[in-house]
């Protein structure tokens, strides 16, 4: 291999970044961000807001001492009023990643790696990880609020790891949750409103870029389980009071979700326990209540699933 740092493109990624193999590293990483041991070290990201365009530029840095990874992505992610003219879709995507992923011996760069779809993949499998833990008992609706990035990865990891009767989407443009539709292997049933499309189910997914809430309180089934992945800054909503507050609540960090997460910070809402300290049984998953997931995405994710896909790209390499 030369000396220079490989660049790990989206198509490897995909190869290699399974749900089977990044999920139970997930745990292993939420549990240990939780523990607060040290064995995770992760600040809350650093944002730097790029107002003349209503973008964001994020700076994710962590290191795991029991993964022995150690990497930062940057990633921007950008409002795109653009595309609230129902007549007009932006040419760029929303958002855009990449990940650099360093030797803990010595510091030294291993390589620069296709962030998408790691935050695509990894955000998803954490939602359904917080799924298994927290959805009713009986879970038959599926009800899926966006039809972007966020909700194809959601939409295939939730396919492969549950038995959903009944797939439902609203999109903010009818054509967008459509296409998607069409494009997917699973019924899914295009719904004219939010409403209508929450209406009886079991687990809501909200993967949308709104800065207002989409989803209210009094249109849940009472004990339904709700991740709410979008609305991550601190003035922006995707649920509404109501929801927030009748809930019972869980987030990726605790920290991060009360400096970024407009749901939290402007609804007042208690936040319940970590998911890691429920992955750990320090705090219980009251799956019979209406429970909510509030991720706002953590770079530790970012980190095991670089390390995870250069380990299996490099043992495809045989040594010069
Ligand atoms: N919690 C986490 O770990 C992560 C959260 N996110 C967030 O998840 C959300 C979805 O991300 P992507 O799917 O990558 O974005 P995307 O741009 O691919 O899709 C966004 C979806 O939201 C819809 N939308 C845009 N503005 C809206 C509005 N005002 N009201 C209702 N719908 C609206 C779009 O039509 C589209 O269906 C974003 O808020 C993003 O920042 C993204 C990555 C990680
Ligand atoms: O965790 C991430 O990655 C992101 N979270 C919220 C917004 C953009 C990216």
Redesign the pocket.
């Known amino acids: 291999m030369s000396d220079r740092p490989p660049f790990l493109e989206a198509e490897v990624v995909k190869k290699f970044l399974t749900y089977t193999a990044l999920i139970p590293l997930l745990k292993t990483a939420l549990i240990n961000f939780s523990a607060g041991t040290g064995a995770v070290v992760q600040p809350v990201r650093t944002i730097v807001p790029v107002a003349n365009y209503g973008g964001f530029l994020g700076v994710m840095p962590a290191y795991s001492a029991t993964d022995d990874a150690l990497a930062t992505k940057v990633v921007t ?1 950008y409002e ?1 009023k653009r ?2 003219d129902e007549n007009e879709i932006s040419a760029f ?3 855009h990643s990449t990940v650099l992923l360093f030797e803990p011996r010595n510091g030294s760069l291993k390589a620069i790696i296709d962030g998408n779809v790691i ?2 993949r990894r ?1 998803a499998a ?1 939602s359904a990880i917080a799924t298994k833990l927290l959805k009713p008992a009986s879970a038959d609706v599926l009800c899926i609020l ?6 194809h990865s959601h939409f295939e990891v939730f396919m492969e790891l549950f038995s959903f009767k009944e797939v439902k989407m609203w ?3 009818r054509e ?1 949750a459509e296409l998607f539709a069409s494009t997917m292997k699973a019924n899914v049933q295009v719904c004219a409103t939010a409403r209508e499309a929450v209406a009886d189910a079991d687990v809501i997914i909200t ?6 809430p ?1 989803l209210l309180g009094e249109w849940v089934k009472p004990g339904a389980h709700v991740n709410a ?4 800054r601190p003035d922006w909503r995707e649920l509404d009071d109501s929801l927030m507050q009748h809930c019972v609540l869980y987030v ?1 960090s605790r920290e991060a979700a009360l400096k970024e997460s407009g749901d939290i910070i402007l609804s007042g809402a208690e936040i319940f326990a970590e998911l890691g300290q429920v992955l750990k049984e320090t705090k219980p998953a009251l799956a019979e209540k209406t429970t909510v997931f509030k ?4 770079a530790i ?1 970012d980190t095991v699933s670089a390390k995870l896909v250069f380990d299996l790209w490099s043992a495809t390499k045989t040594p010069e």
Do not use: K, Y
Not at 146 to 151: E, F, H, K, M, R
Not at 207 to 212: C, I, N, Q
């Open positions: 992610f795109n595309a609230a995507p929303s958002h935050t695509d955000t954490v966006g039809s972007g990035a966020q909700a999109s903010r443009r967008s993967v949308t870029m709104a800065t207002e989409i992945v979008g609305a991550c990726d991720s706002v995405g953590l994710e």
